[in-house]
Protein backbone atom coordinates (compact mmCIF):
# COMPACT_ATOMS: atom_id res chain seq x y z
CA UNK A 1 0.00 0.00 0.00
CA UNK A 2 1.36 3.77 -1.07
CA UNK A 3 2.20 5.91 1.77
CA UNK A 4 1.02 8.93 1.55
CA UNK A 5 1.62 11.74 4.09
CA UNK A 6 -0.28 14.56 5.37
CA UNK A 7 1.14 18.19 5.26
CA UNK A 8 3.12 19.40 8.14
CA UNK A 9 -0.11 22.14 9.35
CA UNK A 10 -2.55 18.66 9.06
CA UNK A 11 -0.30 16.41 11.12
CA UNK A 12 -0.22 15.42 15.09
CA UNK A 13 3.10 15.24 16.18
CA UNK A 14 4.70 12.98 18.77
CA UNK A 15 8.27 13.87 19.48
CA UNK A 16 10.07 12.16 22.45
CA UNK A 17 13.47 14.14 24.00
CA UNK A 18 11.58 17.50 23.23
CA UNK A 19 13.08 18.95 26.42
CA UNK A 20 16.70 19.97 24.76
CA UNK A 21 18.62 19.79 21.83
CA UNK A 22 17.10 18.60 18.32
CA UNK A 23 13.34 17.47 20.03
CA UNK A 24 13.00 20.72 21.15
CA UNK A 25 14.34 22.74 17.83
CA UNK A 26 11.82 20.38 16.39
CA UNK A 27 9.07 20.92 18.30
CA UNK A 28 9.69 24.48 17.96
CA UNK A 29 9.67 24.27 13.98
CA UNK A 30 7.21 22.34 13.80
CA UNK A 31 4.77 24.51 15.81
CA UNK A 32 5.55 27.71 14.32
CA UNK A 33 4.75 25.19 10.90
CA UNK A 34 1.17 24.64 12.01
CA UNK A 35 1.82 20.80 13.74
CA UNK A 36 -0.47 19.79 16.62
CA UNK A 37 2.57 18.54 18.94
CA UNK A 38 2.32 16.04 21.85
CA UNK A 39 5.83 16.27 23.85
CA UNK A 40 7.68 14.07 25.58
CA UNK A 41 10.28 13.54 28.11
CA UNK A 42 11.14 13.08 31.44
CA UNK A 43 11.63 16.72 32.52
CA UNK A 44 8.30 17.58 33.32
CA UNK A 45 9.12 21.41 34.25
CA UNK A 46 10.73 22.06 30.97
CA UNK A 47 7.76 20.67 29.24
CA UNK A 48 5.65 22.53 30.43
CA UNK A 49 7.10 26.10 29.92
CA UNK A 50 7.78 24.40 26.56
CA UNK A 51 3.92 23.83 26.15
CA UNK A 52 3.26 27.10 27.41
CA UNK A 53 5.67 29.10 25.21
CA UNK A 54 3.79 27.04 21.79
CA UNK A 55 0.05 27.60 23.30
CA UNK A 56 0.86 31.48 23.95
CA UNK A 57 2.19 32.28 19.97
CA UNK A 58 -1.00 30.45 18.89
CA UNK A 59 0.35 27.20 18.35
CA UNK A 60 -1.29 23.97 19.83
CA UNK A 61 0.48 21.62 21.93
CA UNK A 62 0.12 19.18 24.97
CA UNK A 63 3.18 17.35 26.74
CA UNK A 64 3.64 13.72 28.48
CA UNK A 65 6.37 13.36 31.21
CA UNK A 66 7.62 10.30 29.90
CA UNK A 67 10.53 8.03 30.58
CA UNK A 68 10.98 6.18 27.27
CA UNK A 69 12.50 3.35 28.59
CA UNK A 70 9.61 2.24 30.47
CA UNK A 71 6.84 0.60 27.76
CA UNK A 72 4.02 1.40 30.21
CA UNK A 73 4.62 4.86 30.20
CA UNK A 74 5.08 5.17 26.42
CA UNK A 75 2.12 3.44 25.99
CA UNK A 76 0.06 6.18 28.00
CA UNK A 77 1.83 8.73 25.69
CA UNK A 78 0.13 7.12 22.84
CA UNK A 79 -3.31 6.75 24.70
CA UNK A 80 -2.72 10.90 25.92
CA UNK A 81 -2.42 11.86 22.17
CA UNK A 82 -5.17 9.71 20.59
CA UNK A 83 -7.44 10.76 23.48
CA UNK A 84 -6.66 14.59 23.13
CA UNK A 85 -6.30 14.34 19.34
CA UNK A 86 -8.27 11.34 18.09
CA UNK A 87 -4.67 9.91 16.27
CA UNK A 88 -1.39 10.96 15.57
CA UNK A 89 0.44 11.20 12.14
CA UNK A 90 4.20 10.90 13.15
CA UNK A 91 5.98 9.46 16.30
CA UNK A 92 9.18 10.53 16.42
CA UNK A 93 11.79 8.96 18.58
CA UNK A 94 14.34 11.62 19.74
CA UNK A 95 15.13 10.56 23.22
CA UNK A 96 18.59 9.36 23.96
CA UNK A 97 22.06 9.38 26.11
CA UNK A 98 25.40 9.44 26.07
CA UNK A 99 28.47 8.12 28.05
CA UNK A 100 32.13 8.88 27.40
CA UNK A 101 34.83 7.34 28.51
CA UNK A 102 37.33 3.92 27.81
CA UNK A 103 35.06 0.96 27.95
CA UNK A 104 37.14 -0.62 31.10
CA UNK A 105 36.25 2.23 32.86
CA UNK A 106 32.43 2.14 32.49
CA UNK A 107 30.90 0.23 34.84
CA UNK A 108 28.54 -2.25 32.98
CA UNK A 109 25.04 -0.95 34.77
CA UNK A 110 25.94 2.08 32.96
CA UNK A 111 26.01 0.69 29.89
CA UNK A 112 22.75 -1.30 30.16
CA UNK A 113 21.09 1.88 31.56
CA UNK A 114 22.25 3.93 28.23
CA UNK A 115 20.39 0.69 26.00
CA UNK A 116 17.29 0.96 28.23
CA UNK A 117 17.13 4.79 26.62
CA UNK A 118 18.74 4.59 23.37
CA UNK A 119 17.72 1.55 21.96
CA UNK A 120 14.33 -0.30 24.12
CA UNK A 121 13.26 3.71 24.92
CA UNK A 122 13.08 3.95 20.97
CA UNK A 123 12.16 -0.01 20.23
CA UNK A 124 9.08 1.01 22.70
CA UNK A 125 8.28 4.11 21.15
CA UNK A 126 8.17 2.25 16.80
CA UNK A 127 5.92 -0.57 18.66
CA UNK A 128 3.31 1.50 19.87
CA UNK A 129 3.80 4.11 17.01
CA UNK A 130 3.14 1.29 13.88
CA UNK A 131 0.48 -0.53 15.90
CA UNK A 132 -1.79 3.12 15.54
CA UNK A 133 0.09 4.22 12.19
CA UNK A 134 -0.83 0.72 10.82
CA UNK A 135 -4.46 1.54 9.94
CA UNK A 136 -4.62 4.95 8.98
CA UNK A 137 -0.77 5.58 7.94
CA UNK A 138 1.72 7.74 9.01
CA UNK A 139 5.34 8.39 9.68
CA UNK A 140 7.61 6.87 12.33
CA UNK A 141 10.97 8.78 12.27
CA UNK A 142 14.18 7.07 14.67
CA UNK A 143 17.05 9.46 15.74
CA UNK A 144 19.93 7.27 15.02
CA UNK A 145 23.63 9.19 14.55
CA UNK A 146 26.23 8.76 12.01
CA UNK A 147 27.77 6.46 14.49
CA UNK A 148 24.61 3.99 13.54
CA UNK A 149 27.42 3.08 10.41
CA UNK A 150 30.96 4.21 12.61
CA UNK A 151 32.24 3.92 16.01
CA UNK A 152 33.38 7.34 17.77
CA UNK A 153 36.26 6.28 19.84
CA UNK A 154 35.30 7.55 23.55
CA UNK A 155 31.77 6.84 22.97
CA UNK A 156 31.82 3.51 21.52
CA UNK A 157 28.86 2.02 23.91
CA UNK A 158 26.73 4.75 22.94
CA UNK A 159 28.02 4.27 18.95
CA UNK A 160 26.85 0.38 19.95
CA UNK A 161 23.17 1.71 20.29
CA UNK A 162 23.08 3.71 17.47
CA UNK A 163 24.15 0.68 15.51
CA UNK A 164 21.29 -1.25 17.11
CA UNK A 165 18.84 1.37 16.36
CA UNK A 166 19.62 1.29 12.65
CA UNK A 167 19.53 -2.40 12.41
CA UNK A 168 15.93 -2.18 14.29
CA UNK A 169 14.93 0.44 12.64
CA UNK A 170 15.95 -1.34 9.33
CA UNK A 171 14.02 -4.31 10.02
CA UNK A 172 10.89 -2.12 11.21
CA UNK A 173 10.47 -1.19 7.45
CA UNK A 174 10.69 -4.28 6.21
CA UNK A 175 8.49 -5.93 8.13
CA UNK A 176 5.57 -3.29 7.60
CA UNK A 177 6.24 -2.90 3.70
CA UNK A 178 6.02 -6.47 3.58
CA UNK A 179 2.67 -6.49 5.06
CA UNK A 180 1.75 -3.54 2.75
CA UNK A 181 1.19 -1.04 5.64
CA UNK A 182 1.36 2.66 5.03
CA UNK A 183 4.07 3.66 7.38
CA UNK A 184 7.00 5.25 6.07
CA UNK A 185 10.08 4.80 8.45
CA UNK A 186 12.97 6.35 8.34
CA UNK A 187 16.38 7.14 10.61
CA UNK A 188 17.90 10.23 10.79
CA UNK A 189 21.48 9.99 11.02
CA UNK A 190 22.85 13.42 12.27
CA UNK A 191 26.64 13.96 12.51
CA UNK A 192 28.13 16.03 15.43
CA UNK A 193 25.41 18.76 16.35
CA UNK A 194 26.20 21.29 18.94
CA UNK A 195 23.74 20.59 21.28
CA UNK A 196 23.58 20.37 25.01
CA UNK A 197 24.28 16.23 24.14
CA UNK A 198 28.14 16.29 25.70
CA UNK A 199 27.18 18.28 28.78
CA UNK A 200 24.23 15.71 29.44
CA UNK A 201 26.77 12.67 28.96
CA UNK A 202 27.42 11.04 31.53
CA UNK A 203 31.59 11.10 31.47
CA UNK A 204 34.29 9.09 32.73
CA UNK A 205 37.19 11.19 31.30
CA UNK A 206 39.82 13.58 32.85
CA UNK A 207 38.28 16.69 30.99
CA UNK A 208 34.83 17.88 30.00
CA UNK A 209 33.08 16.34 26.93
CA UNK A 210 33.03 18.35 23.74
CA UNK A 211 32.01 17.68 20.17
CA UNK A 212 34.94 17.00 17.66
CA UNK A 213 35.01 19.29 14.88
CA UNK A 214 32.92 20.05 12.58
CA UNK A 215 29.57 20.59 14.37
CA UNK A 216 25.89 21.39 13.05
CA UNK A 217 23.57 23.52 14.54
CA UNK A 218 20.40 21.49 15.84
CA UNK A 219 18.26 23.62 12.74
CA UNK A 220 19.72 21.40 10.66
CA UNK A 221 18.28 17.82 12.00
CA UNK A 222 15.06 19.66 12.50
CA UNK A 223 14.92 20.53 9.03
CA UNK A 224 15.53 17.16 8.37
CA UNK A 225 13.06 15.57 10.40
CA UNK A 226 10.43 17.78 9.51
CA UNK A 227 10.81 17.07 5.82
CA UNK A 228 10.88 13.25 6.58
CA UNK A 229 7.34 14.15 8.19
CA UNK A 230 5.82 14.79 4.89
CA UNK A 231 8.30 12.60 2.63
CA UNK A 232 8.91 8.74 2.80
CA UNK A 233 12.71 8.78 3.18
CA UNK A 234 14.68 5.52 3.68
CA UNK A 235 17.59 7.17 6.36
CA UNK A 236 19.05 11.06 5.78
CA UNK A 237 22.14 11.62 7.21
CA UNK A 238 22.56 15.43 8.16
CA UNK A 239 25.72 17.22 8.10
CA UNK A 240 28.65 16.35 4.82
CA UNK A 241 30.91 15.82 7.52
CA UNK A 242 29.31 12.74 8.86
CA UNK A 243 28.68 11.28 5.42
CA UNK A 244 31.96 11.45 4.64
CA UNK A 245 33.33 9.59 7.47
CA UNK A 246 30.64 7.05 6.64
CA UNK A 247 32.68 7.01 3.27
CA UNK A 248 35.50 6.24 4.93
CA UNK A 249 34.36 3.36 6.82
CA UNK A 250 33.21 1.67 4.23
CA UNK A 251 36.36 2.25 1.73
CA UNK A 252 39.78 2.76 4.19
CA UNK A 253 38.12 1.59 7.49
CA UNK A 254 42.05 1.39 8.82
CA UNK A 255 42.63 4.79 8.19
CA UNK A 256 39.59 6.29 9.57
CA UNK A 257 40.48 4.21 12.72
CA UNK A 258 44.55 5.88 13.04
CA UNK A 259 42.43 9.31 12.63
CA UNK A 260 39.81 8.11 15.59
CA UNK A 261 43.01 6.96 18.04
CA UNK A 262 45.34 10.29 16.68
CA UNK A 263 43.33 13.00 16.27
CA UNK A 264 39.57 12.21 17.15
CA UNK A 265 40.18 10.79 21.01
CA UNK A 266 41.81 14.50 21.13
CA UNK A 267 39.36 16.44 19.69
CA UNK A 268 36.41 15.03 21.98
CA UNK A 269 37.75 16.70 25.22
CA UNK A 270 37.69 20.25 26.01
CA UNK A 271 40.51 21.86 27.87
CA UNK A 272 38.71 22.44 31.39
CA UNK A 273 37.63 19.64 34.12
CA UNK A 274 34.52 17.53 34.04
CA UNK A 275 31.76 18.56 35.91
CA UNK A 276 30.56 16.70 38.78
CA UNK A 277 30.09 12.51 37.61
CA UNK A 278 26.25 12.59 39.57
CA UNK A 279 25.73 16.04 37.04
CA UNK A 280 24.21 13.45 33.95
CA UNK A 281 21.38 13.08 31.89
CA UNK A 282 21.67 9.20 32.15
CA UNK A 283 21.08 9.21 35.73
CA UNK A 284 18.17 11.93 35.82
CA UNK A 285 16.42 14.30 33.82
CA UNK A 286 18.53 16.77 32.87
CA UNK A 287 16.55 18.98 30.56
CA UNK A 288 16.25 22.64 30.52
CA UNK A 289 15.11 24.21 27.17
CA UNK A 290 18.56 24.28 25.80
CA UNK A 291 19.19 24.24 22.13
CA UNK A 292 22.79 24.50 21.60
CA UNK A 293 25.74 23.39 24.27
CA UNK A 294 29.22 23.85 24.54
CA UNK A 295 31.01 23.43 21.25
CA UNK A 296 33.93 26.41 21.06
CA UNK A 297 34.14 26.04 17.37
CA UNK A 298 32.11 27.35 14.36
CA UNK A 299 29.05 25.69 14.54
CA UNK A 300 27.92 24.69 11.11
CA UNK A 301 24.51 26.69 10.53
CA UNK A 302 23.58 24.84 7.12
CA UNK A 303 24.31 21.58 5.60
CA UNK A 304 24.37 22.14 1.92
CA UNK A 305 25.26 18.36 1.45
CA UNK A 306 21.33 17.12 3.47
CA UNK A 307 19.16 20.29 1.97
CA UNK A 308 20.84 18.88 -1.61
CA UNK A 309 19.91 15.32 -1.16
CA UNK A 310 16.91 15.93 0.54
CA UNK A 311 15.70 17.73 -2.76
CA UNK A 312 18.07 16.32 -5.02
CA UNK A 313 17.73 13.55 -7.74
CA UNK A 314 19.12 9.95 -6.87
CA UNK A 315 22.24 11.22 -9.54
CA UNK A 316 22.74 14.10 -6.96
CA UNK A 317 23.24 12.09 -3.92
CA UNK A 318 25.75 9.60 -5.78
CA UNK A 319 27.56 12.55 -7.08
CA UNK A 320 27.74 14.10 -3.08
CA UNK A 321 28.73 10.91 -1.74
CA UNK A 322 31.63 9.99 -4.35
CA UNK A 323 32.68 13.64 -3.49
CA UNK A 324 32.70 14.13 0.21
CA UNK A 325 34.24 10.70 0.78
CA UNK A 326 37.42 11.73 -1.57
CA UNK A 327 37.61 14.68 -0.39
CA UNK A 328 37.87 13.61 3.36
CA UNK A 329 40.40 10.73 2.05
CA UNK A 330 42.66 13.46 0.64
CA UNK A 331 42.27 15.64 4.17
CA UNK A 332 43.06 12.43 6.00
CA UNK A 333 45.67 11.23 3.85
CA UNK A 334 47.38 14.13 3.72
CA UNK A 335 46.41 15.83 7.12
CA UNK A 336 50.56 15.13 8.58
CA UNK A 337 51.82 16.92 5.74
CA UNK A 338 49.78 19.69 6.44
CA UNK A 339 51.27 21.16 10.03
CA UNK A 340 48.82 23.84 9.75
CA UNK A 341 46.47 24.86 12.85
CA UNK A 342 43.28 23.70 14.07
CA UNK A 343 41.37 26.65 12.82
CA UNK A 344 43.74 26.05 9.19
CA UNK A 345 43.01 22.45 9.72
CA UNK A 346 38.74 23.53 10.52
CA UNK A 347 39.11 25.02 7.38
CA UNK A 348 40.12 22.68 4.96
CA UNK A 349 37.57 20.42 6.24
CA UNK A 350 34.48 22.48 6.02
CA UNK A 351 35.76 22.84 2.39
CA UNK A 352 35.82 19.06 1.62
CA UNK A 353 32.14 18.55 3.06
CA UNK A 354 30.79 21.05 1.01
CA UNK A 355 29.19 22.48 4.35
CA UNK A 356 29.42 25.88 5.87
Not at 57 to 71: C, E, F, L, Q, W
Not at 173 to 199: C, F, H, N
Request: aromatic share 6%.
Amino acid sequence: MATTLKKLKDQVIVITGASSGIGLVTARMAAAKGAKLVLAARSEDALQQLTEEITQAGGTAIYVRTDVSKPEEVQRLAREAISKFGRFDTWINNAGVSIYGKLEEIPVEDMRQLFEVNFWGLVNGSLEAAKHLKQQGGAIINVGSILSDITAILQSIYSASKHAVKGFTDGLRMELEMDGAPVAVTLIQPSAIDTPYPVHAKNYMEREAKHAPPAYAPETVARAILHCCVTPERAVVVGGGGKAFISMEHWTPALLDKFMEKAFSKQEKADYAPRPLHQNALDKPMGALEERGNYPGHTRETSYYTEAITAGSSGLRTALLLGAGVALAAWLGNKSKLGSSHDEQEEIKAAAFHDN
